[in-house]
């Protein structure tokens, strides 16, 4: 009996191994954990976040985060931004990069669970799912696009239809994570394209994290310059409001990478 027991659980774990060990510390899960996360590396939701782009706020009355308040806003053309969680939260960015780099694409099914969750109503509200694109030779180096994964998973939670409205035309590197807003947001200029016709839709457009906004501001540009009504974008993970100037997303990729080496 104990050897069945043994098998099954092999053969289930080929399977479905997101329901047997956390995502995150790969601890073996009990019956109630299923969300794919232990009670370890869960974190809760956002509770303040700004109105605008959906960073996380310390503090619940206030109204906007120092991106939006005080720099330049040309960029950020999207209508409204939200993300389920802190990018900043330990477990929250070794998902996002084990589920980026890790080889891991069936991780986006528990992070979709949780955006679908967090922004039910603002997905309600669209016509349509789209993503971020990557570059082709990006996504042939990486063998799946982590964010086209999201919205798959989104759309089977909610039927929401998800469209390739957009095409990454120009090859920017590998990662563009270390670089700041300015940086970032002068490397993706002009990068992206318009695959069809978005007159008057209202698109979801879904990427892993919000760090500088650059590329969701770049993508929503886009979209909205094709006359698209409302752009609103979902990702799993957002920077803090009070100090999105200072965050350095290299210092999580340098911990990251030792991560990685100790449990993949
Ligand atoms: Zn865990
Ligand atoms: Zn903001």
């Known amino acids: 009996m104990k050897f069945f027991k043994h098998i099954n659980k092999i053969i289930s774990r080929a399977f479905y191994p997101e329901n047997l060990t956390c995502a995150v510390c790969g601890n073996e899960l009990d019956e109630s954990r299923r969300d794919g996360l232990c009670r370890d590396c869960s974190v809760p939701f956002i509770s303040s976040c700004c109105e605008h782009c959906g960073r996380a706020l310390e503090n619940s009355t206030q109204k906007f985060c120092e991106a939006c308040l005080y720099i330049d806003r040309e960029n950020d053309r999207f209508d ?39 922004a039910k109503d603002l997905i309600d509200s669209c016509d349509c799912l789209t993503y971020v694109p990557l570059h082709p030779i990006k996504q042939r180096k990486r063998t799946y696009n982590q964010s086209e994964r999201l919205a798959h998973y989104i759309s089977q939670l909610t039927g929401k239809p998800v469209e390739s409205l957009l095409r990454k035309t120009v090859y920017s590197g590998e990662s563009a994570t270390s670089l700041g807003r300015k940086e970032r947001s002068d490397m993706i200029r002009d990068s992206f394209e318009l695959t069809c016709d978005v007159r008057k839709r209202k698109i979801i457009l879904i990427d892993d994290v919000f760090t500088t906004g650059a590329t969701a501001g770049e993508c929503s540009k886009i979209l909205k310059e094709g006359k ?18 200072t965050y350095d997303p290299s210092d999580n990729e340098k911990k990251f990478k030792k991560f990685l080496r100790n449990t993949v």
Do not use: C, Q
């Open 228 to 245: 698209a009504s409302f752009v609103g974008v979902l990702t799993y993970a957002t920077s803090d409001g009070n100090k999105p100037a």
């Open 80 to 118: 409204i931004a939200r993300a389920p969680f802190r990018y900043a939260d330990d477990s929250v960015h070794k998902l996002v990069w084990k589920l980026k780099y890790g080889n891991n694409p069936y991780y986006a099914k528990i992070m979709a669970a949780k955006m679908v969750e967090y």
